[in-house]
């Protein structure tokens, strides 16, 4: 079992210029919010912060958050990165409360992709994350698309999906049902190039 947690610090120095010294000094500016608390301002170890990213379940995790020696479990609501370099720059955690539901975006895993393939489709991936409402207990490390019986010309949408018990989700709930693959033709089909070659 992988331990998702993370040290970090209470910080009072805000504002842009104290972000900037932190980045510096090798320290990430977060912020903690949520679970009828008030909003705290914290610091955590470059290093630390982007070792725990480097696994994709984190960002559908629980992650326990020690701040000052005081834990508490979050899961990532936003993380900005920097354009080019992509290391992380600042990070948003919501705190988790037993019994409250939440809202998570939750990587897709797109499974047995060799089979449209073979009847000659091409997948285009139109989603690689969809958000889910649940518990903490209940929350998914990835939502499953299987494309074994994806025939050419069509469109996997949320609808298609079966969500694992306990989540819901959160575009469905509000009517928008989204496409998250489909599968189409080839473009240019070899046949027809060869005929425009031979005129």
């Not at 900005?80 to 600042?90: E, L």
């Amino acid at each position: 079992m992988t331990d998702f947690t993370l040290n970090a610090q209470a910080r009072t120095d805000l504002g842009k210029g104290a972000s900037r010294r932190l980045r510096h000094a090798l320290n990430i500016p977060a912020v903690v919010y949520g679970g009828n608390k008030p909003a705290e301002s914290v610091t955590i170890l470059a290093k630390e912060i982007a070792k725990l990213f480097e696994n994709e379940a984190a960002y559908s995790h629980v992650i326990e958050l020690n701040v000052d020696g005081t834990k508490q479990n979050v899961i990532v609501k936003a993380m900005q990165r920097h354009p080019a370099k992509q290391f992380i720059m600042h990070a948003d955690f919501v705190r988790v409360v037993a019994g409250q539901k939440l809202t998570a975006k939750v990587p897709v895993h797109f499974v047995n992709e060799e089979a449209p393939v073979k009847k000659g489709g091409e997948i285009s991936h139109v989603v690689n994350e969809i958000e889910v409402s649940c518990e903490a207990k209940d929350l998914p490390e990835f939502i499953e698309v299987d494309l074994a019986n994806a025939e050419v010309g069509s469109i996997v949408h949320l609808s298609d999906l079966k969500a694992p018990k306990g989540v819901e989700f959160v575009a469905l709930a509000h009517g928008d049902d989204k496409a998250v693959a489909n599968v189409h033709a080839p473009r240019v089909a070899p046949e027809a190039t060869e005929e425009g070659a031979a005129e």
